[in-house]
C-alpha cells in the first residue's frame, strides 16, 4: 500500500465548481505539502500544513492529524485552476501521485 | 532574485554517456534536492543536502553522484547514463527540510 494516497486520479468540473481533492497517508508526519504543477511543467508550493487549514485566495487546505487525511479545496473553480495537484509529507519526500484537473468554461 | 536555476533545459545523451545537471538557488537556502519525474511514477526523490558538505540518498539514488561545495550551488551527475534515466529532473531548495520547497523549472533528459 502507498504511503500516501490521492483521490481522485482525473477530475473535469465546470468553471465556478467548488473541487475537492482528497489525500490520506498512512505514516506519521510533522507536515504535510500542497504542490500544484501547471501544463507546462512547473511545480509550485500552495500549502505547507501542520494542523487546522490554511486559505489563500481560492484555495483552502485543510488537515485532520487523527485520521490522517487532508483536503484542497478551490472555490469558484476557473480554467486557469486546470493542473496537477499533489500532496507530499515526510518533508516533501514521499509523493501522491497526484490528481488531474481540468476546469472546463 | 533569480530563485532556483536548472541548466540544460533539454538534453539528449546516448547510452553510456556522462553529464552534469545544473542547479543554483540565490536565497541563501541550506536545503536543497533533487527529483525526477516519471509518467505513472510520480515525483521521487533522488539525492538531498542539509548543507554545504553534507548530502543523502533519497529514494531512487543509483546511477547519480551528487556534491554540495557551495550553498548555491547543488549538481547532479550521471556517471553512465542508461534509458532508464529518461525523465525530467527537477531540482529544489528550501531554507529547511521542513520548510516550504521552491523547485527549478526542470530539466528534460532523454537518453537513447
Known amino acids: 500500500k502507498n504511503e500516501v494516497e490521492q483521490s481522485p486520479q482525473n477530475l473535469t468540473a465546470q468553471e465556478g465548481e467548488f473541487i475537492t481533492i482528497n489525500c490520506s497517508y498512512s505514516?506519521?508526519?510533522?507536515?504535510l505539502h500542497w504542490l500544484q504543477q501547471h501544463p507546462g511543467g512547473g511545480i509550485v508550493s500552495l500549502f505547507m500544513l501542520s494542523s487546522g487549514k490554511k486559505k489563500h485566495g481560492r484555495l483552502i487546505a485543510t488537515i485532520n492529524i487523527q485520521e490522517k487525511h487532508s483536503s484542497l479545496h478551490i472555490t469558484a473553480s476557473h480554467p486557469r485552476d486546470s493542473a496537477v495537484y499533489i500532496c507530499?509529507?515526510?518533508?516533501?519526500?514521499?509523493f501522491g501521485a497526484g490528481t488531474i484537473l481540468r476546469v472546463k468554461s | 532574485n533569480a530563485g532556483v536555476t536548472q541548466t540544460p533545459k533539454f538534453q539528449v545523451l546516448k547510452t553510456g554517456q556522462s553529464m552534469t545537471l545544473q542547479c543554483a538557488q540565490d536565497m541563501n537556502h541550506e536545503y536543497m534536492s533533487w527529483y525526477r519525474q516519471d509518467p505513472g511514477m510520480g515525483l521521487r526523490l533522488i539525492h538531498y543536502s542539509v548543507g554545504a558538505g553534507i548530502t543523502d540518498q533519497g529514494e531512487v539514488p543509483n546511477g547519480y553522484n551528487v556534491s554540495r561545495s557551495t550553498t548555491e550551488d547543488f549538481p547532479l551527475r550521471l556517471l553512465s547514463a542508461a534509458p532508464s534515466q529518461t525523465s525530467v529532473y527537477f531540482c529544489?531548495?528550501?531554507?529547511?527540510?521542513?520548510?516550504?520547497?521552491?523547485f527549478g523549472p526542470g530539466t528534460r533528459l532523454t537518453v537513447l
Open positions: 529544489a531548495s528550501s531554507y529547511s527540510m521542513t520548510d516550504t520547497q521552491y
Open positions: 507530499a509529507v515526510r518533508s516533501i519526500r514521499v
Open positions: 505514516v506519521g508526519i510533522s507536515a
